[in-house]
């Protein structure tokens, strides 16, 4: 009950930052709109010399990208912002703050940050989701439909899990914020079916660099492409990765010492 | 220039105390060569060629083209955007030093400590897959091509200047930096070659100068240009080149009587 209140104040205090400015989250959310745009212009200019790519057809590509911009937008609205200010934290000493609370740090430094902006564009997000399949004869059951879900749901905690890791680094190497965007950069690569990869690539992507999972993998799921086994290894690699991180953030921390305050 | 030449070598030494930051800005510059050539290449099957490119050109124009960009692209438009938001800019107004030539430097110490990376490894590659890593024969294509990137580095340059001196009435101007990096990924070529853009997009590739920056000095390596329309190009960049050094004194003229020196 603790923490869901220390989550409802975080919320609030994310609707009250909104507020006050209204103009620049109308402009994130047409420059939000216009990422989109030339996200499917890229998948026109692709498919004006293909039919397929790999074995998947447009409306399937179309899928994974939305369904990859949705997994980071869910990231991004809940944790993303927090985990990402971890290496200034730690260099601007404010960690210590966090820690002399009697609270979990790593729930603090995740959850502080709610981007309501992330979810307005999630809600738009939702709604082209929506259109692609008015749009297209998707064969999707709901068995399939609850997967996807449920790996959707993976893929933010995978992306967490990843991100916390890049992140905790930090506490050895300094000023090392733009780990995510190397992070940014190499999820970009899962919007695409990873079959066109040399099989060693289309291995790391599965495994030591789980990209495959932002996307590629819910939409075969959701496709029924997908074997159950397949479904049981997505889940044991993210519980694996969702581990380690916690190990990796309590070794971090159990070894701190503050750099200033 | 001894002082230009003082800050550049600070720069450079700062980058080096923090030298993990560098070398994951180099993998960030570099990561759309891990997908974009194989992604093409699976397009081909029996085909030799695709819009114009064989396979040997598609993976060299992605190569080339992330290494242009790492060498043209800049990003000095937050860096400014800070200078005005925290009140920093006082501190440059005070010093016997432009600071609408500190900036870049900053950025090109970074460039310079990317080539030496970058380049060796180029090389390596070259060796490893020469079939895939196509070299122009011709020196006055190398100079072309060194000219063109040039070029694109001063146009990227004075793009980003112009969107961080919007501070000085907008302050916060992180959107205009959103936009203009996802416009100039497709419309650079960064994502795909601008000849491949179908209908509208591809006039419009044509028309923005967002292809000074990338597609134009890779297509002149590729040798893909004609003399003629290699005239045209650079009029062209020279043109936008005038015009964005025009707006930008313009706006750091009105910009420093706009300025109030208060941090946020």
Request: hydrophobic content about 55%.
């Amino acid at each position: 009950m603790k923490y869901l209140r220390i989550y409802k104040v975080f919320l609030e205090n994310a609707f009250s930052y909104e507020t006050q400015y209204r103009a620049d989250t109308w402009l994130r959310l047409i420059v939000n709109i216009i990422w989109i745009g030339v996200l499917f212009a890229l998948i026109e200019v692709i498919f004006t010399h293909t039919s397929t790519i790999a074995g998947w057809d447009k409306s399937e590509v179309y899928l994974m990208t939305v369904l990859w911009i949705i997994v980071d937008e869910i990231f991004t609205m809940t944790c993303k912002r927090g985990i990402s200010m971890l290496p200034d934290t730690i260099t601007d000493g404010e960690l210590d703050l966090y820690l002399i609370k009697p609270v979990s740090t790593l729930f603090l430094v995740s959850t502080k940050y709610f981007l309501m902006r992330a979810f307005y564009r999630l809600l738009i997000q939702l709604g082209v989701l929506g259109w692609l399949i008015l749009q297209y004869d998707f064969a999707f059951n709901t068995l399939r439909i609850f997967m996807t879900f449920f790996m959707v749901l993976l893929a933010v905690l995978l992306s967490f899990s990843i991100q916390l890791i890049l992140n905790t680094a930090s506490f050895w190497f300094e000023r090392i914020t733009n780990i995510n965007d190397a992070w940014d950069a190499t999820r970009d690569l899962g919007r695409y079916p990873i079959n066109v990869l040399p099989k060693t690539l289309k291995i790391i992507t599965l495994t030591a660099i789980p990209i495959a999972f932002t996307a590629y993998v819910p939409v075969t799921v959701l496709t029924g492409k997908w074997s159950t086994l397949g479904l049981l290894a997505s889940l044991g690699i993210t519980v694996f990765f969702f581990l380690s991180a916690i190990s990796f953030w309590h070794f971090a921390i159990k070894r701190y010492s503050s750099a200033s305050s | 220039m001894g002082k230009y030449f003082y800050h550049l070598k600070l720069h450079i030494e700062r980058h080096l105390t923090y030298r993990a930051r560098v070398f994951i800005w180099v993998f960030v510059d570099t990561v759309p060569v891990f997908i974009f050539p194989f992604l093409w290449l699976s397009l081909y099957g029996d085909a030799t060629t695709l819009g114009g490119f064989t396979r040997s050109d598609i993976v060299t124009y992605y190569l080339v083209s992330t290494l242009v960009w790492t060498a043209s692209s800049s990003h000095i438009s937050r860096l400014i955007r800070d200078d005005i938001m925290r009140g920093l800019l006082s501190e440059f107004q005070i010093k016997p030093i432009n600071y609408l030539f500190l900036r870049p430097l900053r950025e090109l110490s970074y460039k310079i400590l990317l080539l030496i990376i970058v380049v060796p490894v180029g090389i390596l590659f070259y060796f490893l897959f020469p079939e895939y890593l196509l070299l122009p024969t011709a020196a006055i294509t190398w100079f072309l091509f060194f000219i063109s990137l040039f070029l694109g580095y001063l146009f990227s340059t004075l793009v980003q200047m112009i969107i961080g001196f919007g501070a000085f009435w907008l302050g916060e101007t992180n959107t205009g930096e959103q936009l203009d990096y996802i416009v100039s990924q497709l419309f650079a070529g960064r994502l795909a070659p601008l000849s491949f853009l179908p209908g509208l997009l591809g006039q419009a590739a044509m028309i923005l100068p967002y292809r000074f920056v990338v597609y134009v000095p890779t297509q002149i390596y590729l040798g893909k240009v004609s003399f003629a329309e290699l005239q045209h190009e650079y009029i062209q960049m020279v043109i936008w080149i005038l015009v964005l050094l025009f707006l930008v004194l313009l706006l750091w003229k009105r910009g420093l009587k706009n300025y109030e020196g208060v941090g946020i």
